[in-house]
């Protein structure tokens, strides 16, 4: 069985942060969401949990970081093609998120991000497939 990650996110307008989401264009598990949190669907693998301040604090004893002043994380999400990742940076602006830097393309690798509502740094990546090494 693959391990799943679960990132945890503090958000301070839950509504806003999961409308914000929505348009870019991912779903949510029903299951784990109520008023307070929920849970986003990155991939079969990946979920994002979107966390009220109050909720998030339960699971906490530190200060929550200002993700507008402070660099808490980077979540860096690989795409399909170099496309994919205007695209997603296109929608996060178009979203109400901002970008904080240009995008990147060292060759094999290209790059762009965006922050979302609430200052959380999110890269989006395309990689080349690399051949296979042959001995």
Known sequence: MATKIFVNLPVKNFNRSVEFFTKLGFNFNTQFTDETSTCMIVSDDIFVMLLTYDKFKTFTPKEICDATKSTEVLVCLSS???????????????????????????????GHGFADLDGHIWEIIYMEPSPINQS
């Open 80 to 110: 399909q093609t170099r496309g994919e990742v205007d695209e997603m940076v296109r929608l996060a602006v178009a979203a109400g998120g901002t970008t904080y830097n240009e995008p990147q393309d060292h060759g094999f690798m290209y």
